[in-house]
């Protein structure tokens, strides 16, 4: 069984402060891990994956994570926020066979104030 | 160019009825997954189609729920004898096919059961 834990249910941070949310995962393999944005009353949307490779992944907005095999985490972090970046955050892993489905985490609401 | 759509945003139904939901993935995209969304949760996988077939359908809850997609495009997710528990907002997502490439997300059906 695979899991992902999200262990905060919001972040507050200034605007132009450095910011991480935080993921850690369970898998019984090597993990693929995914982070999605949420915005009100829109779909997720994708924001950078780690499948192999370097271990810091760039993805859209600025954003990047980090994968820790053996803190099995993928925080997720930006150097400075922007008040534009206040949505839902969720983090998600799958495995290497066919399926491809994700199993997500709770989610964590990022709060970027001015 | 268009995104996954899906129809109808909102579905209010009665205890006990019978819904349809339904899905447009990205043209070109073989892979098909339905999630599902309760309220300050993360999505949880319900069914996975990988050209016309449902190669993995562990995460439907009961047989009250199915699923097809007939011509390997479009896809309809079928609730029988609704409760109020279905209520929740289901995501549908598409992707290229095999391999770990980041899935689509459309914006979700709300269904609320009475």
């Known amino acids: 069984a695979q899991s992902v834990a999200q262990p905060e249910d919001q972040v507050n941070v200034a605007e132009g402060n450095p910011l991480t949310v935080k993921c850690t995962y369970s898998?019984?393999?090597?993990?693929?891990l995914f982070w999605y944005v949420q915005y009100p009353n829109r779909g997720l949307q994708f924001l950078l994956k780690?499948?192999?490779?370097?271990?810091l992944v760039k993805g859209s907005y600025g954003f990047e994570a980090e994968f820790n095999k053996s803190q099995t985490s993928f925080h997720l972090k930006k150097p400075s926020a922007l008040v534009s970046d206040s949505a839902l955050y969720f983090c998600?892993?799958?495995?290497?066979?066919?399926?491809?489905?994700?199993?997500f985490g709770g989610g964590t609401r990022l709060m970027v104030k001015p | 160019g268009a995104g996954v759509s899906q129809t109808p945003s909102n579905k209010v139904t009665e205890k006990g009825k019978y819904v349809e939901l339904r899905c447009d993935p990205i043209s070109g995209h073989t892979a098909l997954y339905w999630y599902r969304q309760s309220l300050g949760q993360g999505p949880e996988f319900l069914i996975y189609f990988q050209g016309t077939g449902a190669a993995d359908d562990s995460g439907l809850p009961n047989d009250r729920f199915f699923a097809v997609r007939p011509e390997g495009s479009v896809s309809t997710l079928k609730i029988q004898r609704t409760e109020r528990g279905d209520s929740a907002v289901y995501l549908c997502?598409?992707?290229?096919?095999?391999?770990?490439?980041?899935?689509?997300f459309g914006p979700g059906t709300r269904l609320t059961v009475l």
């Open positions: 780690y499948i192999t490779g370097d271990n």
């Open positions: 898998v019984s393999g090597n993990p693929y």
């Open positions: 997502a598409s992707s290229l096919g095999q391999g770990f490439n980041e899935q689509f």
């Open positions: 998600a892993v799958t495995l290497n066979n066919a399926g491809n489905m994700l199993t």
